[in-house]
């Protein structure tokens, strides 16, 4: 992986070069990649996952992508739904979430790849969006909890995966059935990493998983968190 930057007037690219080279697109580097209505027009995309940013999944020919703009929640979002204070280009939030996902994909842990985060200024504001890989045959621990379709096996693979991510640091402030992905080989991934950073063991660990707790009980699934706690011990 080859991280880079570019910027195309007010817009600002961070990108790894291998994957955008892997991609069948022309021209490769363009704020157009992070244009939905662009990904539209051109008959790309085919699907969307579900959440207050509608991330779209996109087929670029050799590979699908999943392309995800920032959108703020709950009072905030009333004031400014996808504007963010300017603080620099490395301290936005997509310049952040792409490096620590590089960061954790590198070290081997079951983040998708990333593709590139565009960051476009607009005074003392700016908008951004991350583009990944899409995970093939994925879904969300949610969807499987569901159907009804949550193994014990299933569970305990989820709390030995946060335990390796606990391990390697990573404090991940939304953790929750639907950042969860299960795939075809039930392999357990993690996914949106922004506002998460590493940090040094302590009780915000514990606290992640009380978070989990309640995002499994707004499920009906509040016993799977035994099961999960198991595999992570």
């Not at 590493?198 to 035994?226: I, V, Y």
Request: hydrophobic residues 40%; contains cysteine.
């Amino acid at each position: 992986m080859h991280l880079a930057t570019c910027r195309t007037g007010k817009v600002f690219i961070l990108y790894d070069a291998d994957s955008l080279c892997d991609a069948n697109l022309t021209p490769q580097i363009t704020p157009q990649l992070f244009s939905p209505a662009h990904w539209r027009e051109a008959g790309r995309v085919v699907g969307e996952a579900p959440g207050r940013g509608s991330s779209l999944f996109l087929d670029t020919g050799t590979a699908q992508w999943v392309l995800r703009p920032y959108r703020r929640g709950g009072l905030m979002a009333r004031l400014a739904r996808q504007r963010y204070l300017w603080t620099g280009r490395e301290r936005t939030r997509a310049f952040r979430e792409l490096r620590l996902t590089a960061e954790l994909y590198a070290r081997g842990l079951p983040v998708p790849r990333p593709v590139a985060a565009a960051v476009t200024r607009h005074g003392l504001s700016y908008e951004a969006a991350l583009i990944t890989v899409r995970i093939t045959g994925a879904r969300s621990l949610a969807d499987r909890l569901i159907e009804g379709r949550d193994s014990e096996a299933l569970l305990e693979a989820v709390g030995r995966t946060i335990r390796r991510f606990h391990d390697a640091g990573l404090d991940h402030v939304d953790l929750n059935a639907r950042n969860l992905l299960v795939d075809s080989e039930e392999s357990v991934w993690l996914i949106d990493l922004d506002r998460c950073r590493l940090r040094t063991p302590g009780s915000w660990q514990e606290a992640n998983l009380r978070r989990l707790d309640r995002s499994l009980e707004k499920f009906g699934a509040g016993a799977a968190g035994e099961a999960i706690r198991r595999g992570y011990g």
